[in-house]
């Protein structure tokens, strides 16, 4: 199976292609596609950057996703997010490729007293540009494209670092305990920490085994506010770094943030494979980073 890769470079396009040069998806190959060979901002490029390439499939990573920045960026990001995402869905469905797109918990959030999992069939409300710019993306490619999987993922930690936000929660922790042996985090937020090493294999298993078309929640089991998944990162490097809660008011965002916006993964674990809890994943992560 023949797969291009938009967004090689980024956190899950970095782990995706380990994942694929793992061996374990020796019946996929990858080919990346860089911001420079295809800049999906300018959309009208798209299909002819596209049409002269044979594949079975395409992964889209891209995104515009700094969140707060977002918010006065709505033009970029509808773009980026949503008219891209459902050019490429076009030019999938012309390929008779399958496409695969990468959207966000940030689809939910409007639900003020949630505190269950969502689950895919789950009524969306996005609270800020990014999550209403990702949810478009995802209706626009779904009537462009019967054979769509897309992923839904949270709060991504990987080896190379969100290139679109700058390095990723877990290196900043590290970074600012040391520096400052004293956290203040928000405790009123509460997510599914994912690492993208472990969402590389299960979307590659997925593409591998052809699983049934549609809307997967994929991130690691479990849930935390960030104060937690700060505390966690802390205690297990032992840096000597106090790490207290604190409210989202205390640290006022361009854009709002769901209170609540942990994704539930019963229909991946079914379909596709499990993923393992937030914490196991976290210490693999610090592990191949030589962190413990
Ligand atoms: N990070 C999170 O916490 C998080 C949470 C929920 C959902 N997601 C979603 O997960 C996906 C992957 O996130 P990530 O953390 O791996 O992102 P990332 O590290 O920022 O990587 C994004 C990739 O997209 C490329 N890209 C951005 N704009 C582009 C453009 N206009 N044209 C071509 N390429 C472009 C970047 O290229 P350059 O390397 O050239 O910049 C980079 O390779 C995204 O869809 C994101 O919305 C992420």
Not at 55 to 65: E, G, K, P, Q, R
Request: proline share 3%; with cysteine.
């Amino acid at each position: 199976m023949k797969v291009l890769l938009l967004g090689p470079n980024g956190q899950l396009g970095s782990d995706l292609q380990r994942a694929q040069q793992a061996a374990f998806h020796s019946e996929l190959t990858l080919t990346p596609i860089s911001r420079e060979q295809l800049d999906v901002a300018n959309v009208d490029s798209i299909r002819s950057a596209l049409s002269q390439l044979s594949f079975d499939a395409l992964i889209n990573c891209t995104s515009y996703h700094k969140t707060d920045e977002v918010e006065d960026n709505a033009t970029l990001a509808m773009t980026v997010n949503a008219h891209a995402v459902q050019a490429l869905a076009e030019v999938c469905t012309e390929k008779r490729a399958r496409f695969v797109h990468i959207s966000t918990d940030y689809v939910f959030g409007a639900d003020a007293k949630r505190n269950t999992a969502y689950a895919e069939a789950d009524p969306t409300g996005p609270v800020n540009v990014y999550g209403a710019s990702k949810l478009l993306g995802e209706n626009l490619s779904r009537l462009a494209n019967e054979d769509l999987l897309v992923f839904r993922v949270a709060s991504l930690f990987g080896v190379s670092g969100a290139s679109g936000k700058g390095g990723n929660f877990v290196e900043t922790m590290i970074r600012f305990g040391q520096e400052r042996g004293a956290l203040k985090v928000v405790a009123d937020q509460i997510m599914s920490p994912t690492a993208t090493a472990d969402l590389a294999t299960l979307i590659l298993t997925a593409l591998s085994r052809e699983v049934p078309a549609g809307i997967y929640h994929a991130v690691n089991s479990g849930q935390a506010s960030w104060h937690e998944f700060a505390s966690a990162i802390i205690e297990l490097t032992g840096i000597d770094a106090s790490v207290t809660p604190c409210s989202s008011d205390e640290f006022p965002t361009r854009a709002r943030r769901p209170a609540f916006s942990v994704l539930n993964n019963h229909l991946a674990s079914k379909t596709i494979g499990t993923m393992r809890p937030w914490q196991d994943a976290l210490q693999a992560y610090l592990k191949a980073k030589h962190y413990i």
